[in-house]
């Protein structure tokens, strides 16, 4: 193979930039570092950390760098990383020079294409890759960790012994036909089915978990005018990001905002105030506004404790009835009316505004507590392979044992589809579809 060359790091001004080099021409740059030292090569000792100049006759920096000795490396071959001080002419530099020695530019994700060729790693832990650079949450992250490190690859070893299981019987009894299955084997095949589509079902089910954990939870503020949605959102947001007035109706449309709670991405959307109007900018604005209160994960609904309950109060309270909800009572330092709330804050004074966050946090971390009791979240590739392997076992189940040839072919065909989802077998348009998603350098 080529020897390639790309930065790990970003191209930008910052204290180091790292450049990556995988191949056998590892040792023709190093012996080009050693060179400009003065120095005469020698063949470095694996995993060794070195310190030389880099000098091309334009540009000098003092490096460190780092050499693993195939196959001990994340591509398996010779690699050789090397830490230059962040300025993005000397990048330049050297890269100029290290493809003047033959070697090219390396292509998006090449370093861990070449970790899957070479046996380093599956193709599922090869995804897990860009899924962990990728993650938006702590939960994606563990989830990607931990099909990085085999996980997944350790679950579909599971699934493929189950097969190979089945498959050992029913062709024993293809290689010999004069016999017939026994009520015991008959058993233990179906015993066997049963296992097989538990582990697929939980398998397809994972993906929502992988999506859900990597998208953003809606949280939306609601009531009517005046309550103190906007002063909420940006007592959230820590910064004024919506317009606080008492003029009715200032916010005529959502006003959505991104943050993190609980180690997880949210999107905060505070609507427009829910009443009564004749203005046709603002009408449309509430109409919308109850569109993404329906469709959020949350919803904080705010009442006003310093004035009575108005019928827009309990419109937005009949609305998020079956909604998961926290009922926010604002205004503490003016009560004068109780109403049916889960907490009363004052966002003026700060009054239980922290016990209100703790309450929204342990909303979202309901959430993340259900998702973590899976193990294992898939992507839609991933998925895709075991929802046909759910149909194949339909068919495998209502076919019965009859048919031994047409059955050993079956399982042969869900085998095979195992191979696929961890590259056991693969196509270069499976490949490239998966690695060209993949950032330079990865």
Known sequence: MDTIVAPITPVIRSAVT??????SGCLKALEYLRKQNGKTFQAPEPRIVYHALFNDGRVQDDVIFYYFKSPNSYTGEDVLEISFHGNPL??????GSFLSLGMRFAEPGEFTRRAFINGKIDLSQAEAVEEMISAKSEAGLFYSYNQLKGGLKSQIQSLKNLYVDVLTVVEAYIDFPEEDLSDRELDYIFTKYGLIEIELASLVKSYSVLKSVNDSVYVSIAGRPNVGKSSILNCLLKENRAIVSDIPGTTRDFIDADMTLAGHPVKIVDTAGIRHTED???KAGIERSLERVESSHIVIVVLDLSAELTDEDRLVLEK??????VIVGNKA????YDHPTDICISIKTGENVHEFMSILESFISEEDSQIHEHAIAVNERQKNGFQRMLASLEEIKEMGCDDLDSLSFELRDSLNILSE???ESYTEEILSNIFRSFCIGK
């Open 18 to 23: 790292v450049l990556r080099i995988s191949g």
């Open 90 to 95: 000397i990048i330049k530099s050297a890269l």
């Open 280 to 282: 046709f900018v603002e």
């Open 320 to 325: 998020t009835k079956d909604a998961k909800r």
């Open 333 to 336: 330092d003016l009560k004068k």
């Open 421 to 423: 989802i961890t590259g």
